[in-house]
Structures are given as structure tokens and as C-alpha cells.
């Protein structure tokens, strides 16, 4: 299978056409700073589950120290199609904006996977809360 790996460029230039908002004291908003752009820039503090396309990890930023939520996709060795589908996952994530939806932070490509840095939530997800109270 050939190697598809345009992702690295479509992810940047996504963030390069990303739209930068403040909050009233002119500061960037909590989406737009620098929690990391590289695995080198977190920490895991451990796994939270696995799929069929990739790894969920509980991280710490080593720039801001907060905790965050790391989905790792494997796009190396998988079809253009499912490649597209990974893009197509972030593109959506940065555009929803609601206090009860997961913040989507930011998006990098390195070593064949794509690492997607998110919100974490204490309480676990949806699929979490509803199993508890059944």
C-alpha cells in the first residue's frame, strides 16, 4: 500500500486559515495557546482506551502543565479514504464551539499518526455516564 501522507500539509494549513479570537483583555482564547505542537511537548499519564483506529491517552502539557486528552490515529499504513476521514474528524472538532461538547485544541501529524489534543473531562465520556446509571 503507498505510503499517503499529505495529512502533515492539510493539518497546517487548516491552523494557518484558523481564525484567532480574544477575550475582552485582548488575550488569546484558550483554543488558540501553545499547549504543544509535538509528542515531545506532553507527557502521558496514562491510557484511557483503544479503538480500532487508534490509542486515547491522558497527557500533561509540558508548556502549560494542564491535563489534556490525546487521540492517536494511525494514518501510515491505512487507505486514503480513512486518511481523509481522520482530516475530516479534526476539521469538524475545530469548528464546534459548545460548553457541552469536548474542546478540541489542536492537531499535529509525527511518526505516521495523527495526535489530536483535546479537552479532558473528570467525569469521563457520554457513553461513561450513561453505562453508570443504568
Not at 504543544?36 to 502543565?65: H, M, N, P
Not at 460548553?99 to 469521563?124: L, Q
Request: proline share 3%; net charge positive.
Amino acid at each position: 500500500m503507498q505510503n499517503h501522507l499529505p495529512l502533515r500539509d492539510e493539518i497546517k494549513k487548516a491552523h494557518k486559515s484558523r481564525p484567532m479570537s480574544q477575550d475582552e483583555n485582548g488575550q488569546k482564547s484558550n483554543l488558540e495557546k501553545n499547549i504543544g505542537t509535538c509528542i515531545a511537548d506532553f507527557k502521558t499519564i496514562s491510557e484511557l482506551g483503544r479503538g480500532a483506529y487508534g490509542i486515547v491517552t491522558k497527557v500533561t502539557s509540558k508548556i502549560d502543565q494542564q491535563i489534556y486528552v490525546m487521540k492517536k490515529i494511525n494514518v501510515k499504513n491505512v487507505s486514503p479514504r480513512k486518511q481523509a476521514a481522520a482530516l475530516k474528524e479534526v476539521q469538524i472538532l475545530r469548528k464546534l464551539r459548545h460548553p457541552n461538547i469536548i474542546k478540541y485544541y489542536t492537531s499535529f501529524v509525527e511518526d505516521g499518526f495523527m495526535h489530536i489534543i483535546m479537552e479532558y473531562a473528570e467525569g469521563g465520556d457520554l457513553q461513561m455516564v450513561i453505562m453508570n446509571l443504568l
